[in-house]
């Protein structure tokens, strides 16, 4: 049996798929705080050390997308 997905892995999923649409979609789901809270760390995934080059390109990839609900 396999273990259920858990909503905050469905949130990241959608997050980090490199599709717009996907990713405006996750992130108007969340409260302010949430969203400044995933903007942060999308910022230290894409910027700090230690996070794996296809980490790094969705997180930019991300960053990109959401660069209208930030501006």
Known sequence: M????EPLE???DNLLSRQPERIQSAFRQ?????QQGVWRHLQRMATEPGWHPEQ???AQVALDSLKS???
């Open 10 to 12: 469905i949130l990241w």
């Open 30 to 34: 969340l409260d302010a705080a949430g």
């Open 2 to 5: 396999s273990e259920p997905i």
């Open 69 to 71: 609900f930030t501006a």
């Open 56 to 58: 790094v390109r969705s």
